[in-house]
């Protein structure tokens, strides 16, 4: 067959991620011990979002996140971050995907300070989400909480 040969093989591939590319990122909920969440604002769009950000190439999905969680919020996980759901983020882009995954247990290394890429960071309880929280993260949150299927779009 001649997809057997590996040049041609690879050559098939690429010409499907060039025609048919994805984008892939990860999302995570951090609940602390008095049931409140981790949600960032960034500097380059508004909003209140769960920790997260793109996977990069050669990355796993998992080591995203705990980089992602890290970096937004100098939050360090404590075992395995739990993979909730994959959804579609048409408003991203038509061919966007996210991992969202839950943190059962972490440490908080500091208070995350702004940088570039992050202008806040706090927890807030469930039922205080602050205004501008986006409708993703509060439905995302929402699914969590109430234990609902999760939607299949962001």
């Known amino acids: 067959m001649l997809l057997d040969r590996p040049l041609l093989r690879r050559l098939f591939h690429l010409g499907a991620l060039a025609s048919r590319g994805m984008t892939l990122g990860v999302r995570g909920v951090a609940l602390d011990g008095a049931g409140r969440v981790a949600l960032v ?52 882009a038509p061919r966007d995907h996210v991992a969202l995954f839950v943190l059962p247990a972490f440490t908080v290394l ?4 702004p940088d570039r890429e992050v202008a806040e960071c706090a927890f807030f309880a469930l039922d205080a989400l602050p205004e501008g929280t986006t409708r993703g993260t509060r439905a995302r ?14």
Request: proline share 10%; hydrophobic share 35%; glycine share 10%.
């Open 141 to 154: 949150l929402r699914e969590i909480h109430e234990g609902l299927p999760p939607d299949p779009n962001w």
């Open 41 to 92: 604002r960034h500097t380059y769009v508004s909003g209140w979002h769960l920790p997260g950000g793109g996977v990069e190439r050669g990355e796993a999905v998992r080591d995203a996140m705990v980089r992602e969680f890290r970096e937004e919020a100098e939050i360090v996980p404590q075992g395995e971050p739990r993979l909730h759901a994959l959804y579609r983020n048409v408003v991203a």
């Open 110 to 113: 500091r208070p995350k300070a």
